[in-house]
């Protein structure tokens, strides 16, 4: 629709949700200059400390390993004291062997996995994931489960020392 002047006139929900977008992107941007935030995927960021660097590098070789469904790779990208929590459940289990009990038997026992980021953030030791986790029970491409969760992952040493899952 053009209006009198000659201007081509949005519709009101899309004047609506670009002005939504713009609040968006201006708080995150206030954020980041405030230091509250390093790193949003998605978006340019200021380049990442190396601490921040190592986090990343660890849970997206973490996130690879998981896709693959190789217990060996995944429980290499955690600390031997691992806590793995749920919001607000608290501690679910702590240590490797635990980690390796549970995992390995979800990827002896699921076709396919397949966990991606959605919206990442990450300051120092701490990377904050949004992430979309799928499986396959009864055939290999054939998601049959879907579940979003944030996942907040704490780096010690290089591993990953504690998650916490919230629902």
Do not use: W
């Amino acid at each position: 629709m053009v209006n009198k002047r000659g201007v081509l006139m949005l519709s009101k929900h899309v004047f609506i949700a670009k002005k939504y977008v713009t609040k968006l992107i201006s708080r995150v941007m206030i954020c980041m200059s405030l230091g509250l935030v390093s790193y949003v995927q998605g978006v340019e960021m200021p380049q990442l400390s190396e601490e921040e660097q190592v986090t990343v590098q660890i849970v997206d070789l973490q996130l690879q390993a998981y896709n693959n469904q190789n217990i060996t790779a995944f429980a290499a990208t955690y600390h031997d004291d691992v806590e793995i929590h749920a919001f607000p459940g608290g501690l679910q289990y702590q240590g490797k062997d635990e980690l390796i009990k549970h995992y390995g038997k979800k990827f002896a026992e699921l076709k396919c996995l397949n966990a991606s980021s959605l919206t990442r953030m990450v300051q120092g030791r701490f990377l904050v994931d949004h992430e979309l986790a799928q499986s396959c029970s009864k055939k290999a491409g054939e998601v049959d489960q879907s579940i979003k969760v944030i996942a907040a992952y704490e780096i010690v040493d290089g591993l990953i020392k504690r998650v916490t899952f919230m629902r």
